[in-house]
């Protein structure tokens, strides 16, 4: 295949009066252009690389005068966010840090065990016609707009959530996980579906065969083979929930704050998300304040870097295993 | 254990199994139900005839005669409102009766000088003016009737003067007599509050300072500033909320000490039981259709409609438009980037680590969170790149959709390499073993065999592209503003739009179908091009499965 001319008429193999051979020029022309062409699609593809680098690049450059100013020791461990204090501007991003934390958990604690028994339905349990039903479901729930979403929170849920439970404020912790949950529930669907499904029909066959019903071949079997595809769907959720924006922004109330008793989700808080769109439009370009958002943004960066290369790890191991099995 | 628990267990989990994805429908009706149903009355809806007298002047729809006549129907009927308002407020508005007597006073001083009256002549009757305006003043004042009668009595002893008569002056009388008629009908007492309750009712009529009332101000005087507040209920479901304030007053009430204050609702024509106002309130109540003249109306133009008075009236023509230029112009980046590098990823690359890295940058890349990626795009597409080709430092449209194509590449190059691999081998060994070299085995076979399904990918991207509002907070979306001559403008789109008249602005909780047109609007808009994606989908599955 390699050895493939280009652009050259053939005459068939009876009609030619000498051997179908290339000249020096031609050979070279043709090693030439694959090896060409092949090194300016890889600088095409590397695209992606460049795009990664100069957005780990220029976020870091923004924000690291600001690191060199404040230590990162307090800027990760107090509570007080206060940019554009006259006197004494604080940022302490801890605030910030557990309002994520607290959406993102929240939100995990709904989709997860919906999104596996939602799974588990669609690789053993339901029959196609359903499944080609259910699977469009997920695909709207997915691509319907963040900001919809978080229509659908201020406007919808948060004054149900104030009427029918007395809260404080219906744009809370509480609002934003819901809301959350169902913007991770597609993610974690469709990966954890994808790692079920491919644990092999020998184990399931092998299970049924020792007597063993349907949950306990799904509990016992399936689901312990898949767990590392179903813990990287799980993160990958979790990289949905902590990077979401728009939802956040609308419905946790934007209150700098840690809940306080810490189970209260009934609370405002604040994410780090949210902080950084909405701080953006308000400070000078090249202030403290400017430089700390972008602080912020790196450190959302780094983190959801880290997840994504535990799922891939997870992902990695999930498919190797399967694959000797 | 024993086997009829273990099938209950089994049993359960199943139903666990099936509530879960019952859940999923439900959310997904539960969220976009009431966004539907509520946006669709921003296109299907009853429009008054303030709402076709506004789509004429504002936007120029309509037949101008047909409109006119029907405003001269609307108009005849409104005018007893006018009436009994005014009949009204002559008792009553002690301040405008007040406003009205000085402006008398300084008319006349103006007319005596016009005259060119002698100078001892004039100071008399000017001393005699002021005196007739304070004691009319203290009249309008006054809370009870024998000193509303001693001192109108006392103003029209100089009715028949030979100095006031053919004068300006003459209105004097004129309004006393008005005012002791119409004192004679109202509890003086409670005239301050009746004052207070009539500035309720007619901002509610007609037009408060910050919202516009149900029939819109009174023709002949001077028109509010603001657009919206020239209209009344331009809908007829706005019309019926307003006639209930109109009808109804609601009012906070302490019913025990401690205790949250109760909404009790009052009606207002038993606050003004026994007065010249108590018949309209049964008046508008039973005209009111023939004074605003609902109709059943289409407003297809909402989709191509700029909108006024912020986005008070008309439709969300400007940020569709936003949002195509912004999503085919981030189309016009990515599709090339996506397509080349899944071709090269799935044609050429082997296993190696610089393909394992690109790889990776990808998932990498698919993880960002949006906001970063707006972050980034600032940092560099404004403030960076675009001003070292000596563009604008400023959020524009170029900046935004080279945002969002870095957004998008992921999600190009997955679904391009998907459709590229799905191509069957035999079509790519059928055409090198013809001859054909890579790369046009690429370009006439595998390209054309792949196009559907990169298709799909595309119209998938696009619509992630036109939902997302985070990277284009800062790069390229503002909530208001004109149409974009380029693209270094900024421009308005649909998904900003959508979080700013959620949250935004005061004027936009007015209008709350105005609201969820706007996401509805979004949100079909995406809706539909990820059903064609699936249709397309499953017909390019189906063909290249032979079927």
């Not at chain 1, 020791?73 to 007080?80: D, Q």
């Not at chain 1, 940022?91 to 997860?112: K, N, Q």
């Not at chain 2, 002791?180 to 207070?196: F, G, I, S, T, W």
Request: glycine residues 8%; proline residues 4%.
């Amino acid at each position: 295949m390699d050895k493939a001319k280009s652009g050259r008429v053939l005459q068939t193999a009876a009609d030619s009066s000498q051997p179908l051979l290339l000249t020096p020029t031609e050979d070279l022309k043709g090693f030439l252009g694959l090896h060409l062409g092949r090194l300016t699609l890889l600088l095409i593809t590397c695209t992606s690389v460049l795009a990664v680098f100069l957005i780990f690049l220029f976020i870091a450059i923004e924000a690291f005068p600001f690191l060199t100013k404040v230590s990162l020791i307090e800027f990760l461990t107090s509570t007080g966010w206060y940019p554009e204090s006259y006197e004494k501007p604080e940022f302490g991003a801890l605030a910030l840090i557990a309002g994520s934390i607290y959406v993102t958990i929240g939100a995990l604690v709904f989709a997860v065990p919906v999104g596996i028994l939602a799974a588990v339905f669609l690789s053993d349990i339901v029959s196609f016609g359903i499944r080609d039903f259910v699977k469009p479901v997920i695909e709207i729930l997915a691509a319907v707009p963040s900001v919809a979403y978080g229509f659908f929170a201020v406007l919808v849920l948060a004054p149900w959530l104030q009427n029918r439970f007395g809260f404080a404020t219906g744009t809370n912790a509480l609002n934003a996980s819901l809301v959350l949950s169902v913007m991770a529930l597609p993610t974690i669907i469709s990966v954890a579906e994808d790692s079920i499904s491919a644990v092999g029909r020998e184990l399931r066959e092998g299970s049924y065969s020792l007597g063993a019903t349907r949950m306990e071949t799904v509990l016992r079997v399936v689901i312990p083979a898949a767990h590392s595809g179903i813990i990287a769907a799980v993160v990958l959720g979790m990289m949905r929930a902590i990077g979401e924006t728009m939802v956040v922004w609308m419905a946790s109330g934007n209150a700098s704050q840690i809940p306080h008793p810490w189970w209260d989700l009934s609370q405002s808080v604040r994410t780090m998300t949210a902080t950084i769109a909405g701080d953006m439009g308000e400070t000078a370009k090249g202030s403290d304040h400017y430089r700390a958002l972008f602080a912020v943004g790196l450190l959302l960066l780094v983190m959801t870097f880290l997840l994504n290369m535990v799922s891939e790890y997870l992902l990695a191991r999930a498919k190797k295993r399967l694959g000797k099995q | 254990m024993k086997i009829a628990v273990r099938n209950v267990f089994d049993k359960v989990f199943t139903g666990l199994t099936r509530a879960s994805i019952v859940l999923l429908v439900l959310v997904l009706a539960v969220v976009l139900g009431p966004i539907l149903y509520r946006g669709s009355s921003a296109v299907v809806f009853r429009g008054t005839v303030e709402f076709r007298r506004m789509q004429f002047a504002v936007f120029g729809h309509g037949d101008e005669q047909q409109i006119q006549s029907e405003v001269q129907q609307a108009r005849a009927v409104r005018e007893r409102v006018y009436e009994i308002v005014d009949e009204f407020k002559k008792g009553i508005d002690a301040s405008a009766l007040t406003e009205r007597a000085r402006k008398i006073h300084r008319d006349f001083g103006q007319e005596l000088r016009y005259r060119q009256t002698p100078h001892e002549q004039y100071a008399e009757l000017r001393s005699l003016s002021r005196d007739i305006r304070d004691r009319l003043e203290a009249a309008f004042e006054a809370s009870d009737k024998a000193q509303v009668d001693e001192s109108i009595k006392y103003v029209m002893q100089y009715r028949q003067d030979e100095r006031l008569r053919d004068t300006i002056a003459a209105e004097y009388f004129q309004m006393a007599g008005d005012f002791q008629r119409a004192a004679a009908r109202v509890d003086l007492a409670k005239r301050a509050e009746y004052a207070e309750q009539l500035k309720d009712v007619e901002d509610i009529l007609f037009c408060a300072d910050d919202r516009p009332g149900l029939l819109g101000p009174r023709p002949g005087e001077l028109q509010p500033a603001l657009v919206m507040n020239q209209y009344g209920a331009t809908r007829w479901d706005q019309a019926k909320a307003l006639l209930d304030r109109f009808l109804w007053e609601e009012k906070w009430v302490e019913q025990e000490k401690g205790k949250p204050l109760v909404k009790v609702k009052v009606e207002r024509a038993k606050i003004f039981e026994g007065t010249e106002l108590e018949p309209l309130f049964a008046y508008v109540r039973d005209n009111v259709r023939e004074m605003l003249r609902p109709r059943w109306t289409f407003y297809w133009r909402y989709f191509f409609d700029d909108s006024a008075s912020g986005h008070y009236f008309g439709g969300v023509g400007p940020e569709i438009i936003g949002t195509l230029l912004l999503t085919l112009l981030s189309m016009l980046f990515v599709i090339p980037l996506g397509v080349v590098s899944a071709a090269y990823l799935v044609e050429c690359a082997s296993e190696n680590m610089v393909v394992r890295i690109i790889r990776m940058c990808i998932n990498t890349l698919a993880g960002v969170p949006s906001i970063v990626f707006g972050l980034f795009g600032m940092a560099f597409f404004v403030l960076f790149l675009i001003p070292l080709f000596d563009g604008p430092s400023k959020p524009c449209i170029l900046a935004g959709s080279m945002t969002l194509a870095v957004l998008t590449l992921p999600v190009m190059i997955r679904s391009s390499e998907e459709a590229i691999r799905t191509v069957p081998q035999e079509y790519k060994e059928g055409s090198l073993a013809l001859g054909a070299s890579r790369f046009r085995t690429f370009v006439a076979v595998t390209l054309p065999a792949a196009l559907p399904g990169i298709l799909t990918g595309v119209i998938l991207s696009l619509s992630r592209v036109a939902g997302e509002t985070a990277p284009i907070l800062f790069t390229a979306g503002v909530a208001l503003g004109p149409v974009p001559d380029s693209v270094l403008d900024t421009t308005r789109t649909l998904s900003y739009g959508s979080w700013d008249i959620a949250v935004g602005n005061r004027i936009s909780a007015l209008v709350p179908h105005k609201q969820y047109g706007m996401v509805v609007t979004l949100v079909l808009l995406v809706l539909c091009l990820n059903g064609l994606a699936i249709v397309l989908r499953s017909r390019v599955f189906r063909k290249l499965k032979g079927q």
